[in-house]
C-alpha cells in the first residue's frame, strides 16, 4: 500500500463506528486519537511536532535556507457525525506522505515544509473551521455563544487568541482534498484544480406563533409556527432555485417548542444555510426570504445572522504550478471551484492558498458511502508533492 493510504487507514482507527461511518467530534477522544495517530507519523517522519488549545496538531520539516519561507500544507481530522474516512484526514495523510517521500529519498527543501491536522472544521458549536481560523487570527473574541462553547470543552477565549500564528514567515498553504461533489467523475478526469471556495452563510431563522390545543383550535384560528416554517422554507427553495443554478439553499437543523404531539407548535428554529461565490446572489436570496416572511401572516419571524464566511479565491499562480504539476504526472484534471467549505478558507485571509481536488464516487460526502479510490489518493498526493517541488524551486522571494 502507498504511503498516502495506508497513514490514511491508520487515521480510520480513530472514531470508526460499528455501521462504517466515523464521528471525530469536537474535542472528543475519538478526534484526539487521530491527532496521537498523526503526532506519531510525524514524529516517524522526522517532523518537529507541537499541539495547539485550539486542538490542532503540527509538523515541521525544516528547510535548509533559513531566508525561504514555509509551505503550508494542511487539512481538518474531525469529521461529521457518521461521516466517512476521506474528508478532511485525506488532506493531512496526503501532506505527510509528501514529508515521508522527502525523507526516504534524502530530499532537503529550501523551503520547510509544515504540515497541520486541523480541528473543528466541521460544523460545530464553536463554529466550523475552528482550528484553522484560530491560528489565522480569524477567530473573533465576540462571536455569539463561542465563550460558553468554549467552557463546556474546558477552554477559554483568551487561549484561542493566543493562538494565532504569525504568517510572515509563510509563502503559501496547500490542501489536498476530496472533491465532495461528482463533476470529476462525471468527466472522467482525476484532479481538480480549485480556483475559489464558496461563502458559507448561516441564518438563524424563528418563527414565533402561539401554542395551543391541537384538538379544540380550528384550522382558521391556528398561528402554527411549524406551518409557517414550513411555507417559508418551501419558498426560499424555490426563490433559490430561481436566482442561479450554482446557488445552494439548505435547511440542516429544526428545533420546536413546546415540541408535544397534541400541542401546536409556538416557536420554531432553524438554521437556512445558503453558499454561492458571489455575494450578490446570496444577498438577493436572503433579501427575498425576508419579504415572503413578511407575507406570512401566521407568524412572526426573527431573522438574524449566525456566520458569514465570504468566497475566497485560490491564488492563481498556485493554480497553474499545480496544473502543470498534473499535466507533467500526465494526470487529467480541469479547474473548477469548490461548493464545500474548507480550512484553506480561512487561510486565504493570511497567505496565498491552492487547492486539489481528487474524485469522490457517486459525488457522495458526509456520509458512510463516501469513497476514493487508492490510485485516486496517490494521484493526488503526485501533483501534491510535485507541487511542492516547483514551489521549492522557485527564486528566493
Ligand atoms: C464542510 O465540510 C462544509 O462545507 O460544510
Ligand atoms: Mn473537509
Ligand atoms: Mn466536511
Avoid at 89 to 118: M, N, P, S, W
Wanted: proline fraction near 3%; charged fraction near 25%; hydrophobic fraction near 35%.
Amino acid at each position: 500500500m502507498s504511503a498516502v493510504n495506508e497513514i490514511l487507514a491508520q487515521i480510520g482507527a480513530a472514531g470508526r463506528q460499528e455501521d462504517g461511518g466515523y464521528f471525530r467530534g469536537c474535542y472528543s477522544p475519538e478526534y484526539f486519537q487521530a491527532v496521537d495517530i498523526v503526532e506519531r507519523q510525524m514524529q516517524k517522519i522526522g517532523m518537529e511536532t507541537d499541539r495547539d488549545a485550539a486542538g490542532n496538531i503540527h509538523g515541521v520539516l525544516p528547510g535548509n535556507d533559513p531566508k525561504a519561507k514555509s509551505v503550508v500544507i494542511g487539512s481538518h481530522l474531525d469529521t461529521v457525525p457518521g461521516g466517512g474516512l476521506y474528508d478532511g484526514a485525506y488532506g493531512v495523510a496526503a501532506g505527510l506522505a509528501v514529508a515521508k517521500r522527502l525523507r526516504e529519498e534524502g530530499k532537503i527543501l529550501r523551503h520547510t515544509l509544515e504540515v497541520y491536522g486541523f480541528h473543528g472544521e466541521e460544523s460545530n458549536p464553536l463554529g466550523g473551521t475552528f482550528g484553522s481560523r484560530a491560528i489565522a487570527g480569524q477567530v473573533k473574541p465576540d462571536q455569539p455563544g463561542l465563550a460558553e462553547a468554549l467552557a463546556a470543552y474546558g477552554h477559554n477565549v483568551r487561549e484561542i487568541l493566543d493562538c494565532r500564528r504569525d504568517f510572515s514567515g509563510v509563502k503559501c498553504y496547500l490542501e489536498a482534498h476530496i472533491e465532495q461533489g461528482d463533476l470529476l467523475e462525471q468527466e472522467g478526469l482525476k484532479i481538480g484544480v480549485v480556483s475559489g471556495i464558496v461563502s458559507v452563510i448561516r441564518y438563524r431563522v424563528t418563527a414565533l406563533g402561539q401554542s395551543n390545543h391541537a384538538g379544540t383550535t380550528m384550522m382558521k384560528n391556528r398561528r402554527d409556527a411549524m406551518v409557517a416554517m414550513a411555507r417559508l422554507i418551501a419558498a426560499a427553495d424555490e426563490e433559490c432555485r430561481k436566482i442561479d443554478d450554482t446557488l445552494v439553499f439548505t435547511v440542516g437543523t429544526i428545533a420546536c417548542q413546546p415540541g408535544s404531539e397534541n400541542v401546536i407548535p409556538g416557536r420554531v428554529e432553524c438554521t437556512f444555510e445558503m453558499r454561492h461565490m458571489k455575494k450578490e446572489k446570496t444577498d438577493c436570496l436572503i433579501g427575498r426570504i425576508r419579504e415572503i416572511a413578511a407575507g406570512i401572516g401566521t407568524a412572526d419571524f426573527e431573522i438574524t445572522n449566525k456566520i458569514d464566511k465570504g468566497s475566497v479565491s485560490c491564488d492563481s499562480h498556485l493554480m497553474e504550478v499545480i496544473s502543470r504539476s498534473a499535466s507533467e504526472a500526465g494526470i487529467c484534471h480541469r479547474i473548477m471551484a469548490s461548493g464545500a467549505g474548507h480550512d484553506a478558507n480561512p487561510m486565504a485571509h493570511v497567505t496565498p492558498i491552492g487547492m486539489i481536488f481528487v474524485p469522490s464516487r457517486g459525488g457522495l460526502s458526509h456520509c458512510k458511502e463516501e469513497w476514493t479510490s487508492q490510485e485516486e489518493l496517490e494521484s493526488g498526493t503526485e501533483v501534491l508533492y510535485r507541487t511542492v517541488l516547483h514551489l521549492d524551486e522557485e527564486a528566493k522571494e
